[in-house]
């Protein structure tokens, strides 16, 4: 089955800091797959989608970049770190056979 | 840009009442997806519906497509308080791309 590993599961950092998230994928290949940010209680904005390795397209112009540099890794990154960055992040992969999206357990991150 | 929008925002019921979700698009979507969210976990999936006028049971909870594929409703039947969660709609577009949209989701709270 396809699983999602997301970590850590909660972050703090202060303003001006740099972020990396990782994401990796178990159990499919060649994975599209989709970074979110989550408001609280709120549904899920696209930041950044991959269909291959090196592919990104970003959907929102902000302080975050993201980087696919293997075919089951997806990183999540910013040179510093904003107040308004912090949210629950979510990475999500979607098997090309299918059109379902599978998720890690998310991030939650608090830039002080 | 294609928008998922989700109504209501909130819902706050007693067990046994019946309620329906909508999700709504000006866009068509080659198949739409229903989530539920616990808080600080990631998204499960519910169903999926692909044809225009298709609709799905999942014991208490009935799903409709739309026919023109542009909508989708989520009725629940005799909610129970195990029903409390975010509901979320999400739409992969139908112009051959890989984005999977999601809408603002359903806050939904069932009472004993």
């Known amino acids: 089955s396809q699983t999602i590993h997301q970590w850590p599961a909660t972050l703090v950092q202060p303003v001006g800091s740099p972020l990396s998230l990782e994401c990796t994928v178990e159990?499919?290949?060649?994975?599209?797959l989709y970074w979110y940010r989550q408001a609280a209680g709120r549904g899920l904005q696209l930041l950044f989608y991959s269909v291959g390795i090196g592919q990104i397209s970003s959907e929102v112009p902000q302080n975050l970049s993201a980087s696919r540099p293997q075919d089951r890794q997806f990183i999540l990154s910013s040179k510093k770190l904003l107040l308004s960055d912090s949210g629950f992040y979510l990475c999500?992969?979607?098997?090309?056979?299918?059109?379902?999206?599978?998720f890690g357990q998310g991030t939650r991150l608090t830039v002080v | 840009t294609q928008l998922l929008e989700q109504s209501p925002q909130f819902l706050s019921i007693q067990e046994g009442e019946n309620l329906t979700v909508y999700c709504n698009s000006s866009?068509?979507?080659?198949?739409l997806q229903w989530y539920r969210q616990e808080p600080g976990e990631g998204p499960v999936l519910l169903v999926t519906?692909?044809?225009?006028?298709e609709v799905k049971k999942l014991k208490r909870l009935t799903f409709q497509f739309g026919d023109a594929r542009k909508d989708s409703s989520l009725h629940i039947t005799a909610a129970q308080p195990g029903d409390t969660g975010l509901y979320l709609c999400a739409g992969m577009s139908a112009g051959g791309y890989n984005k999977l949209i999601f809408g603002a989701g359903t806050r939904l709270a069932v009472h004993p």
């Open positions: 866009s068509v979507f080659s198949s």
């Open positions: 159990g499919t290949s060649n994975p599209n």
């Open positions: 519906v692909v044809t225009g006028g």
């Open positions: 999500a992969g979607r098997d090309g056979l299918n059109t379902e999206a599978f």
